[in-house]
Nanobody, 122 residues
């Protein structure tokens, strides 16, 4: 089992920045791919950014150039640096992990954190 705990959410004004963290514990060899997903009220969950064990990354078009995903394998921590935040970024953000290569299908991720709320006001 893998436990994921997110932190760093909060409320900011448009144009501001936040940095989310996700601490992984347990059988962390199962965290080959780690990802950030988000779900806004009344909408489906969507992928934001993914990162493989080797550091390869991919981003949703809506966040490219504004968000940066990174990981520190030595201490099993995942980050999401969010800059130039927009009201449409408001959502619950979830850290997720799977034991295989990355994709955008949230159903393929075995492990999830409890989520951290990000609210961006205009």
């Amino acid at each position: 089992q893998v436990q994921l705990v997110e932190s760093g959410g909060g409320s900011v004004q448009a144009g501001g920045s936040l940095r989310l963290s996700c601490a992984a514990s347990g059988y962390t060899y199962s965290t080959v791919c780690m990802a950030w997903f988000r779900q806004a009220t009344g909408k489906e969950r969507e992928g934001v950014a993914i990162i493989g064990a080797g550091g390869g990354t991919n981003y949703a078009d809506s966040v490219k150039g504004r968000f940066t995903i990174s990981r520190v394998n030595a201490n099993n921590t995942l980050f999401l640096q969010m800059n130039s935040l927009k009201p449409e970024d408001t959502a619950m953000y979830y850290c997720a992990a799977r034991a295989y290569g990355c994709n955008w299908n949230d159903g393929d991720y075995n492990y999830w954190g409890q989520g951290t709320q990000v609210t961006v006001s205009s």
